[in-house]
């Protein structure tokens, strides 16, 4: 990588975090998260969320997390075309939008780094890379829900702004991802 | 026009975080093992940058601050950003780099890390009311504070406007540029 680039990287990084925040609101990921298993944990048990006039948010929900804040979270699950989950669905595109890009430039690259990983240790890699790739993410959603944010709502919007909560956030992320991460590596688990 | 924004703001993020190499988990296991610093120096100034740019647009009147949001600190922030930070050191990946790289190359993997997160967070609030009886939500509880005087709605530790921020977060690109590009040496 040449000198610059990476402050060339972070400049482009920062200004959409601000311009994000500066046209509609900070960025953040994981409540969608949230509304859209809840959308399908609703599908499963009708009696879920139930019109409720009398609340701010108009509905109420047998799930204390639903429940919340008058009913916030279960509104958004039944009305769930929001800015915040359309921006979500949205982060797809602007990778593959970057993929494309990328691919054009490192075709020659990619095909000598394919090539170097045996078949056999490619299928056997196969359920532990999906497997650890799903329990990091029951993890990392779990955890971003009780946090209230995570890597993006927390982290960078939130020390953007100078949050004690996304400070304390990232040091809590950080004290257990280095080791854990360490260990991994040291397992051979590398992927 | 709020959802085109969506889809415009939406899409330059992902753009974004897959330019930097977030999307990689391969990237993002390296910068845990403190080896490959790169991405650590573009996400730390990349905050300072723009909290750099939140502190000077609102200093010249040129931002709304209704549209900052401060979360709110309670102990649950911690026990969660533990939980989380098992999760990222596991899988490499985190709730919005997974949804980049759903759209690029490790996409099989990006997308079970999606669904793993779609458990994860119907798990969270099945388990919701188990854990606030525990009182978590309730210790250390800051409410929506933040640093400096950013708006009258937010609580500050500090008495300082943003004049504040926009030290912290030159020094945030301060720091950002002296972290080394490599870090420590891959071990093979």
Redesign the interface.
Known sequence: MSKQKWMIQALVLGTVFFLATWIVKPVGVSTQFSILSGKMYQAVDSSLIQENPTREHGYQSSNAYYDKEEGKLAEEIMHPITYDFVFVLAIPLGGFIAYLFSKKKRKTEETSEKSSCPLEERRQGMLRTYGVSFLGGVLLLYGARMAGGCTSGHMMSGMMQGAVSGYAFAAAVFAVAIPVAIYRGRKGGRR | M??V?????????????????A?S??KI?SM???EDL?LM???V???????V??AL?IQVGM?DIT????????F??????????????????????????????GR???L???????????????S??W??GLG?FDMMD?G?????V?SERFPS?FSLGTG??LV??GLFMLI?YVIP?QGRRTKK
């Open positions: 709020k959802l924004l969506a889809v415009i703001l939406g899409s330059l993020f992902g753009f974004a975080l897959f330019y930097v190499g999307a988990p391969k296991q845990l093992r403190l790169s120096k573009i996400i100034f990349a905050i300072g940058f723009s909290s740019l939140l647009s931002f549209h900052l949001s401060i979360k709110p600190m309670h649950g922030v911690v026990i969660g950003g533990l939980i989380f930070g098992v999760g990222f050191g596991l899988a490499g990946t985190c709730p919005g780099t997974c949804l980049a790289a759903a759209g690029g190359k099989r993997q990006a079970a890390a999606i669904l793993g997160g779609l458990t994860g967070a119907l798990l969270f609030a099945v919701y009311d854990w606030k978590i800051l929506k504070r933040s640093l400096f950013i530790v504040g921020l912290v977060g950002a590009l």
